[in-house]
């Protein structure tokens, strides 16, 4: 069982560019989570969506965008990076949208020069 | 506003006990998580306390005081394997996780 798959999992890109980060989940789960995870802060939600077809805005939403098309897929869209996007993304779901043990992919590392 | 605070880093030794504690402030309250995260790792499930009380799982317990907004993890016997970061997060009214920053635990032989 993969559980969260998370793709790539290392990247370096230039600042302006369009990046990608790809997430799927195996477990059927209706809610699903972008987190950004920087030295010296907590986990900062990016953005969520409880089930498929819906999204929203975490703490954190500006310069990114997702998508929810059916359960499994969740992609988070940087359009334009800029350095201050240099971080660990995790993907992380649960299987209902109120609360519960969330399950994380293995995490993201972006560079942005 | 919404707060978690938690020691940055804490040392023990092989054997020995450990608390971590997390006093939270967040608006409204559905429960306190602790994540154990590995250095470059994810973050995995260790507890979920709502209601006051201890709740015991085998080498970890988590304690919870409401009233105090006040929570610890206590790790027994410990491990080297328990070197890692432990995070503290509590869930919102909206059903949001506010993390803490964590704790470096350090264990030395």
């Known amino acids: 069982i993969a559980g969260i798959t998370q793709a790539p999992t290392s990247q370096i890109l230039a600042a302006g560019r369009r990046m990608t980060l790809r997430c799927t989940q195996d477990?059927?789960?209706?809610?699903m989570y972008w987190y950004r995870q920087d030295l010296g802060l907590g986990l900062r939600l990016i953005h969520y969506?409880?089930?498929?077809?819906?999204?929203g805005k975490g703490e954190v939403p500006d310069g990114y965008s997702v998508s929810r098309a059916n359960t499994d897929d969740f992609p988070l869209t940087l359009a334009s990076a800029v350095p201050s996007q240099t971080s660990v993304y995790f993907c992380?779901?649960?299987?209902?949208?109120?609360?519960?043990?969330?399950?994380f992919g293995e995490g993201s590392r972006l560079t942005v020069l | 506003g919404q707060n978690i605070d938690q020691p940055t880093e804490m040392t023990a030794t092989e054997g020995a006990i450990v608390q971590i504690n997390c006093t939270y402030q967040t608006s409204g309250f559905n429960g306190l998580f602790w994540y154990q995260q590995h250095a470059g790792e994810a973050p995995t499930f260790l507890s979920y306390?709502?209601l006051d009380g201890l709740e015991e799982k085998g080498r970890f317990s988590s304690f919870l005081s409401r009233s105090k907004g006040y929570s610890y993890l206590l790790l027994k016997e410990l491990q080297m394997k328990d070197s890692a970061s432990y995070l503290c997060a509590s869930m919102d009214s909206n059903y949001q996780l506010i993390w803490g920053a964590g704790t470096k635990l350090i264990i030395k032989p």
């Open positions: 306390n709502v």
């Open positions: 969506s409880n089930t498929a077809g819906t999204t």
């Open positions: 477990m059927r789960h209706n809610a």
């Open positions: 992380a779901s649960s299987r209902g949208s109120a609360g519960g043990e969330l399950f």
